[in-house]
């Protein structure tokens, strides 16, 4: 996926860039780093083509703001960068409360609901949230099916399928094994 973005960046219109799918991509590969690098066995070089991507979709980001500025959308700018920063205000208050939330959870005795809270893959873990963000692609794309096609990176879409493909089989290889992924 970063090759796909540095390819968008270098060889394509800004035009193309869709802000739903390169925000939705900067969560998915900043989830993947870290899970990445927690699961056993760690794999660096994944993590680290995720954290280039997260780069490379910054990138992206920073390239299609401009050219919204440039052609007098001032007013969609603003407002897309008040969503994202609600986004990452929501995104730290989870991060911040998930411990004491699971905490709780787990230590109220409520039977199949505390054994989840507690899981080593569960909703307060990065291997639950990591692969549940695929999920987040695919809605983005749903957002999109309206798009004119030549306003669609077809670099963008061919590595998000290869990587489906690639994490349907590797799910299984990892400790804690992540069903929601597969």
Request: charged content about 15%.
């Amino acid at each position: 996926m970063s090759g796909a973005a540095i390819y968008d960046a270098l060889e394509s219109s800004p035009e193309i860039i869709s802000l739903n799918m390169t925000g939705v991509l900067m969560v998915y590969s900043s989830l993947f780093a870290r899970w990445a690098f927690v699961v056993r066995p760690q794999n660096l070089l994944l993590a680290g083509c995720h954290v280039t991507n997260v780069v490379a979709q910054a990138n992206q980001l920073r390239r299609a703001i401009e050219y919204k500025k440039e052609n007098g959308k001032d007013e969609e700018v603003d407002d897309i960068m008040k969503k994202a920063g609600a986004t990452a205000a929501a995104g730290a208050v989870c991060v911040m409360a998930g411990p004491m939330v699971q905490s709780a959870l787990v230590n109220a005795n409520l039977g199949v609901l505390s054994t989840i809270a507690g899981a080593d893959a569960g909703p307060f873990t990065v291997h639950f949230w990591a692969p549940m963000s695929k999920w987040m692609i695919s809605g983005a794309s749903f957002l999109e099916l309206d798009r004119p096609t030549e306003k669609i990176s077809l670099a963008q879409y061919t590595a998000l399928t290869l990587t489906g493909f690639f994490f349907s089989r590797y799910a299984l290889l990892v400790t804690p094994i992540n069903y929601t992924l597969w």
